[in-house]
């Protein structure tokens, strides 16, 4: 247990739904992030918030979309998606942003498959 | 960031240690060594983190190179519940990005 929860932990959605993913961290940290990890590819990271703000967009589509309500909440809405979206997506956090203090912790993830 | 190389997978018998490598040869003065590992469909999990001294904490040991070019992620006595992916990351103290994993090295840890 890290701290960290996701919700849901499996998710399977047509292309014309809208859906979210949700992830909640218990450890009074104030950076969070997306990460998305496709089948027997490295971990890509999405979004970075810190201190609610988004630091870091690394070109993701519109489709997705982030929302970080508070330092301890961050969603990611999801539209319109594709078959090739499907993987699993992780959700992270860490103290602060920077040096030693960015030591992250993650979730267990949402297995998301798009049909 | 500096780029890290690992091999892509190892073998070890369980309860003998388990000596990962990372090569990262370019690894400039403020930069920290992180290892993380990832146990199948789990998310990533931190396990320790280093600038220039060896550290050691429950999980492992890290030992580091007096060139600071390269590293080793010890695991001292492996059990079955320590085959993972294994990921060597080098990134600036003081910048504001995030980590970037790599492909890692995959450890099966055999009985």
């Given at each position: 247990?890290?701290?960290?929860?996701?919700?849901?932990?499996?998710?399977?959605?047509?292309?014309?739904?809208?859906?979210?993913?949700?992830?909640?961290?218990?450890?009074?940290?104030?950076?969070?992030?997306?990460?998305?990890?496709?089948?027997?590819?490295?971990?890509?990271?999405?979004?970075?918030?810190?201190?609610?703000?988004?630091?870091?967009?690394?070109?993701?589509p519109s489709r997705f979309s982030p929302e970080c309500p508070n330092s301890s909440h961050l969603f990611l809405h999801l539209h319109t998606l594709q078959p090739?979206?499907?993987?699993?997506?992780?959700?992270?956090?860490?103290?602060?942003?920077?040096?030693?203090?960015?030591?992250?912790?993650?979730?267990?993830?949402?297995?998301?498959?798009?049909l | 960031d500096a780029k890290t190389t690992q091999p892509p997978s190892m073998d070890c018998a369980e309860g003998r240690a388990a000596n990962l490598p990372c090569?990262?040869?370019?690894?400039?003065?403020?930069?920290?060594?992180?290892?993380?590992?990832?146990?199948?469909?789990?998310?990533?999990?931190?396990?320790?983190?280093?600038?220039?001294?060896?550290?050691?904490?429950?999980?492992?040991?890290?030992?580091?190179?007096?060139?600071?070019?390269?590293?080793?992620?010890?695991?001292?006595?492996?059990?079955?519940?320590?085959?993972?992916?294994?990921?060597?990351?080098?990134?600036?103290?003081?910048?504001?990005?995030?980590?970037?994993?790599?492909?890692?090295?995959?450890?099966?840890?055999?009985?």
């Open positions: 247990e890290t701290g960290v929860t996701q919700t849901p932990r499996h998710l399977v959605m047509g292309m014309t739904n809208k859906k979210s993913l949700k992830c909640e961290q218990h450890l009074g940290h104030n950076a969070m992030y997306w990460y998305k990890q496709s089948a027997k590819k490295p971990l890509e990271l999405m979004f970075v918030y810190n201190f609610k703000e988004q630091t870091e967009n690394n070109s993701v090739e979206d499907s993987a699993l997506y992780l959700c992270a956090s860490s103290q602060d942003l920077g040096g030693h203090q960015e030591t992250q912790y993650f979730g267990p993830g949402t297995r998301l498959l798009v | 090569n990262h040869s370019t690894i400039s003065g403020n930069e920290y060594v992180y290892w993380y590992r990832q146990i199948h469909s789990q998310g990533p999990q931190y396990i320790i983190h280093g600038l220039k001294n060896n550290e050691t904490n429950e999980m492992a040991s890290l030992i580091i190179t007096e060139d600071r070019k390269s590293s080793t992620l010890i695991l001292p006595h492996a059990t079955l519940r320590d085959t993972a992916v294994y990921y060597c990351i080098v990134r600036e103290g003081t910048g504001r990005r995030a980590l970037t994993f790599g492909s890692g090295t995959r450890l099966q840890v055999q009985p």
